[in-house]
Structure formats: structure tokens, C-alpha cells
């Protein structure tokens, strides 16, 4: 099959590149660095003639009040060009419980992406993934002093992103789910615990203050990114870490 990979430089898109080589298909990485932008719409046209499927892995360059605008954008780029070039099936990798933290304007954003996927006429494939084990140093970053690093016990389910990239990969090659797929790390944390886990691998004396105020994750409630029934992916913080 012929697969353009929108995003296909990114820390996913590349390794869906990769896999669906692997597979045999004929799969094409696309992105700023390329000469594709899903905001101006350069090149956009070009990417998906005769494209078979159209994979969307770009990102936001922010996690702010302006991802919204982006998502909205570049999925209304991306869904009138794929129109225009036939294209055959339109996946996109969002976030599992994204429809249940409001507050926050980044997941708010991934909703709306969502939206506009299934509100079109392309036959779709929405994959959702919990949190990157990629994304975790970023999230220490956030609330991080000399000394402490302040978290909540938000409850987390850690993917790998090699993790994901495969489970991507395999749906963008088969059939239209015109629905959504969870998938997700096989342990659950609580970020406080994550964040212990992750500073002690490290050598990092700091200590984690359990914080409900803390960081973005804050505002999330309950247990909602995480799903014991998503598909499980194999690889452990513990065996990822090392
Ligand atoms: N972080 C998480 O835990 C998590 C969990 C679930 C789902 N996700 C989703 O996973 C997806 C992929 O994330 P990622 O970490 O792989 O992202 P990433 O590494 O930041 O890669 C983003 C890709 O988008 C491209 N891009 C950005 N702006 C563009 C534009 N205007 N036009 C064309 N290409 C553009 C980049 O290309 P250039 O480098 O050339 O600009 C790059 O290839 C995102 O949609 C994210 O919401 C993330």
C-alpha cells in the first residue's frame, strides 16, 4: 500500500516510517523539514496524491491555548487535500481519556482533532495511546527545583514509543476501524511514583513531593488516561529505563 506519513520525522512518525517499510509498503515520510507545512498548506496536495492512506502524526508546537487553532488547521488542510486525492483511509494518534480533561487546552485540542476525523467523509482509524515513557523527562522538567520535584498522584499507564509506532503501523494498514483503538503500557503508576522511579534510575537525589496542585497533570481526575481494557502493549518502565 501507499501510506503518506504526515509528521513523518517526528519521534513516531519515524518509527512508522520504519515499520511499514518493513511490512513492504510504500510508506513516505512528510513534514516541515520536507517541505509539507498542514498549516500554510504547502505541499500538502502533493504528499497525498495517490496516497492509499494518509497517517497524521504531527504535533502541536505548543501545549497551550494556541493547540487548539493548530489541530483545527491542519486537520482541515489535511482532510481537503486527502478528499481531493481519493484518499482511501485517514489515521490519527491521539490520547486516550482526551475527552475527559476539558480543563486542559492541549487535550481539549486532541478532542476536537478527533471530531473533525470522524464528522468527515474519509473512512478513519482514531488510535489513542496513554502517556509517552519518552515524555517523562519533559513532565519532571515542569515542576522541577534544585531540590524537589513536585508531582501529583495522577494515575499514569506508561507506553513505549516504539510501543505505539507499532501499534500505528499495523493500523494503518489494515481496514478503516471508524472508531477508536486504546492502547496502552502494561503497569500503572501514580506520577509521584513515576517520578521516584524515574529520578532514582538516574542517580537524581531530588526528592518528589506528592503535589495535587502540581504541573499539568493536575487538573486531570481520577483514573481517566489510564485503561486496563486498551490493548497492552509489552514493554515495561522498568526494561525501557535500562
Ligand atoms: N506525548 C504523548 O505522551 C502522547 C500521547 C498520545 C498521543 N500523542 C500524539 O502523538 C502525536 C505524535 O507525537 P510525537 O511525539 O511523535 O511528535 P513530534 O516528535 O513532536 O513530531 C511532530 C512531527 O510533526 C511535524 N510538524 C510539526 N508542525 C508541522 C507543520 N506545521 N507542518 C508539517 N509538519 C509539522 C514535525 O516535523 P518537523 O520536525 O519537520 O517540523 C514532526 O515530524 C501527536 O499528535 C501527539 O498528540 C502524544
Not at 63 to 82: G, H, I, K, Y
Not at 97 to 106: A, F, H
Amino acid at each position: 500500500m501507499q501510506i503518506a506519513v504526515i509528521g513523518g520525522t517526528g519521534l513516531i512518525g519515524s518509527q512508522v516510517v520504519k515499520n511499514l517499510i518493513a511490512a513492504g509498503h510504500e510508506a513516505v515520510p512528510h513534514s516541515q523539514s520536507t517541505g509539507v507545512d498542514v498549516i500554510t498548506g504547502q505541499g500538502l496536495d502533493e504528499a497525498v496524491a495517490g496516497a492509499d492512506v494518509v497517517v497524521n502524526l504531527t504535533n502541536s508546537p505548543t501545549f497551550d491555548e494556541a493547540s487548539p487553532a493548530f489541530f483545527q488547521t491542519s486537520m482541515d488542510n489535511l482532510l481537503a487535500a486527502a478528499r481531493k486525492g481519493g484518499v482511501g483511509h485517514f489515521v490519527i494518534l491521539s490520547i486516550v481519556g482526551t475527552d475527559q480533561v476539558p480543563e486542559l487546552d492541549y487535550y481539549r485540542a486532541k478532542a476536537l482533532q478527533e471530531t473533525l476525523l470522524a464528522a468527515g467523509t474519509i473512512p478513519y482509524s482514531i488510535v489513542r495511546a496513554t502517556q509517552f515513557m519518552e515524555f517523562m523527562d519533559a513532565v519532571l522538567s515542569w515542576t522541577a527545583d534544585d531540590s524537589t520535584v513536585r508531582l501529583p498522584a495522577t494515575p499514569i499507564q506508561p507506553i513505549a514509543s516504539k510501543d505505539v509506532a507499532a501499534a500505528v503501523a499495523e493500523v494503518a494498514a489494515g481496514a478503516p476501524l471508524n472508531g477508536i483503538r486504546n492502547i496502552a503500557g502494561p503497569e500503572i503508576f501514580t506520577l509521584d511514583e513515576l517520578g521516584r522511579i524515574t529520578l532514582s534510575h538516574k542517580g537524581d537525589n531530588r526528592t518528589v513531593v506528592t503535589d495535587p496542585t502540581a504541573g499539568m497533570f493536575a487538573a486531570v481526575k481520577g483514573d481517566v488516561l489510564t485503561d486496563k481494557n486498551a490493548h497492552l502493549a509489552a514493554t515495561r518502565y522498568a526494561d525501557w529505563l535500562s
